[in-house]
């Protein structure tokens, strides 16, 4: 169960959430590699010390790209497991973390 109120979005307390890191290259790579069955909310954080890019589709640039600086989340993104999202980087490896809610 969840409600709204003024455009923001609750969920109760008794929903634990799904945390993944997922390890982000120069190659593309699906965030996260498998998505929770049944996901209605997604955030990625960058927990690297240089920039994230994230895209809706694999692709070989960052180019055209959501980006995340370092420590930065994105908000609270309405998604289920038909929307994928990939992460890539232009240098480097680093972690990304993502929190999933049913």
Do not use: C
């Given at each position: 169960?969840?409600?709204?109120?003024?455009?923001?979005?609750?969920?109760?307390?008794?929903?634990?959430?799904?945390?993944?890191?997922?390890?982000?290259?120069?190659?593309?790579?699906?965030?996260?590699?498998?998505?929770?069955?049944?996901?209605?909310?997604?955030?990625?954080?960058?927990?690297?010390?240089?920039?994230?890019?994230?895209?809706f589709?694999?692709?070989?640039?960052?180019?055209?790209?959501?980006?995340?600086?370092?420590?930065?989340?994105?908000e609270?993104?309405?998604?289920?497991?038909?929307?994928?999202?990939?992460?890539?980087?232009?240098?480097g490896?680093?972690?990304?973390?993502?929190?999933?809610f049913?």
């Amino acid at each position: 169960m969840e409600f709204s109120h003024q455009g923001i979005f609750f969920l109760p307390f008794n929903v634990a959430p799904t945390i993944t890191t997922v390890s982000v290259s120069t190659t593309s790579v699906k965030l996260p590699t498998s998505p929770l069955v049944g996901r209605r909310l997604v955030k990625i954080t960058n927990q690297g010390s240089n920039e994230l890019f994230i895209h809706f589709e694999t692709v070989t640039s960052t180019s055209y790209a959501y980006r995340l600086f370092e420590g930065q989340s994105t908000e609270w993104l309405h998604m289920g497991t038909d929307i994928d999202l990939y992460g890539i980087r232009s240098t480097g490896t680093q972690n990304v973390e993502v929190i999933e809610f049913k």
